[in-house]
Each structure stands twice: as structure tokens, then as C-alpha cells.
């Protein structure tokens, strides 16, 4: 059944489980046209989803090339080290995610599970302007970019992608963002890490656009 043959039954009961506010943005930019803020709508979650994947890819690369070049450079256990900079907020995420690892895990495990549970803002945080001596001696060492990288552009760009997770995440309107853009940076800095991932990503994971 398509939205155009929806009965105004179907479309009330729609909205009142959307909520009216909810509804409301999508009313806006469909012009108070009912049906057209339903298809509307479907845009929202069928452009959320390519997002996510691909907003996904990233922090799972993000994450992992961080952890390995730290592990090189501050040792294995570097989620302890003084010589990191940490920010408070990451000190709080840390001790969050050791506090929720009850069971016994050897540290090769631990390690493992703490690295996971970390969100995307944690590893993000890195590449503020706190860590710019980490950024010369480590960081830029996950990127196979031969040309120079400015660590203040790279912090920009996965700020506002970490933005767009969260709207995402919280099932927010995200066609009024401009994702042509955002996605752009996203390929990029995927890239950058891995060129083989941006390739599996384009396609395989969403598929050539």
C-alpha cells in the first residue's frame, strides 16, 4: 500500500504516535500536506540509515588506528598513561567503562571491552587543540595522506559529524542538514585512515551512490 492511498484514519493515527511536534517538522516541509510529510518522513529514515553506516565505519576505524598507534607509542596500557593529556570528560568516560566491566576479563580483554564501549566523542576529543603535541608525535600517524593534515580541521569536521550521529541517534530530522557535505567528510577522513574501508564502504556497505 502506498502513503498517496492512505485513508485520513491512518494518517491521524500516524501522527498521534509520531506526536505532533514531531509530525510538525515534517508538516513544515511538506507544506501542510499530510501525506507528503509521510514520504517525507520515510526520506529522513532511509537517509539515516546510509548515514549511520557510514558514520559507523568511521568511529570503528577512528577508534581502532587510535588504539593501535598509542599502543605502539605509550604502551599497551595506555588508557592509564600520564603522559596523555586526558580531558575530563574522557576521564569520566574511562571510569565509566571500568567501572561496568564486573567480570573477570584478562587485560588483553579489558582492553578490548573498554576500547568498544567508548563513544564516538571520547576518540574525537583527541584531536582538540589540548592534544596538539600528541597530534604531532602520534596521530598523525593513522592517516596515509601523504599531503599535510591540519589537526584543527580534522576536530571540525568530527565534531560536526559526531552531531549528526546524535541526531540520527535520537531520530531527528536531519533533511534540512547539508548531508551531501557531511557525508563528503566522512568519505574523507575514512580515507585518510583506510583506503581499503572507504572502498568496502562505497561499495559494498551502502553501495555507489
Known amino acids: 500500500m502506498s502513503i498517496s492511498s492512505y485513508s485520513e ?63 605502539i607509542d605509550y604502551g599497551s596500557n595506555w588508557l592509564e598513561s600520564e603522559k596523555i593529556p586526558f580531558t575530563l570528560e574522557q576521564q569520566k568516560s574511562l571510569q565509566s567503562s571500568r567501572i561496568d566491566l564486573n567480570k573477570k576479563y584478562s587485560s588483553l580483554q579489558k582492553h578490548g571491552h573498554i576500547i568498544a564501549s567508548l563513544g564516538f566523542g571520547f576518540w574525537a576529543a583527541f584531536f582538540n587543540k589540548t592534544f596538539e603535541e600528541i597530534w604531532r608525535h602520534s596521530l598523525r600517524k593513522i592517516f596515509k595522506e601523504e599531503r599535510p593534515l591540519k589537526r584543527s580541521q580534522i576536530a571540525h569536521d568530527l565534531r560536526d559529524l559526531r552531531q ?40 559494498d556497505l551502502i553501495g555507489p551512490a
Open 164 to 203: 549528526l550521529r546524535n541526531r540520527i541517534a535520537h531520530h531527528e530530522c536531519i533533511l534540512r542538514i547539508n548531508n551531501y557535505e557531511q557525508e563528503e567528510n566522512a568519505f574523507r577522513i575514512i580515507g585518510w585512515l583506510s583506503p581499503a574501508a572507504l572502498i568496502w564502504l562505497k561499495t
Open 9 to 71: 484514519s491512518t494518517i491521524r493515527e500516524i501522527e498521534s504516535v509520531l506526536s505532533s511536534d514531531r509530525f510538525e517538522t515534517y508538516l513544515l516541509l511538506a507544506h501542510g500536506d499530510k501525506k507528503e510529510a509521510l514520504v517525507r518522513y520515510r526520506e529522513n529514515i532511509v537517509l539515516s540509515h546510509k548515514l549511520f553506516t557510514i558514520l559507523h565505519l568511521l568511529e570503528v576505524c577512528l577508534r581502532n588506528k587510535i588504539d593501535h598507534v598509542f599502543c
